[in-house]
């Protein structure tokens, strides 16, 4: 599976963005879709994932409920709706697929075996 990213810009504090994710190849129904993110100086942190089959979820504590993952099975799709925007969120965003992971590892950036190549997002207070 190969991935692009895109979406990302600049946007006040308190503002939206949306960063969508296309796939080449259909994932399995073992895929997981995730997206990352990176700061300068900073590991790579997970942000959120969804199950490509049954869409089961899950988000880092840092953007609970302000960031919503969904995904667009028939497009091979995956979006990241971001409100609420904080300039700690700046960072460059990325979107990644691994398969045969449970709930436990969706979180493990070791697990992804494909990335897409980033889009920069930046929040200005």
């Known amino acids: 599976v190969q991935l692009q990213a895109s979406g990302g810009g600049w946007v006040q504090a308190g503002g939206s963005l949306r960063l969508s994710c296309v796939a080449s190849g259909r994932p399995s129904s073992s895929h997981v879709m995730a997206w990352f993110r990176q700061a300068p100086g900073l590991e790579r942190e997970f942000v959120a994932a969804?199950?490509?089959?049954?869409?089961?979820?899950s988000y880092a504590d840092s953007v609970g409920r302000r960031f919503t993952i969904s995904k667009d099975t028939f497009k091979n799709m995956v979006f990241l709706e971001m409100n609420s925007l904080r300039p700690e969120d700046t960072a460059v965003y990325y979107c990644?697929?691994?398969?045969?992971?449970?709930?436990?590892?969706?979180?493990?950036?070791?697990?992804?075996?494909?990335w897409g190549q980033g889009t920069q997002v930046t929040v200005s207070s």
């Open positions: 990644a697929a691994g398969s045969g992971l449970i709930t436990s590892t969706m979180r493990d950036v070791r697990r992804y075996s494909s």
């Open positions: 969804i199950k490509w089959s049954g869409g089961s979820r």
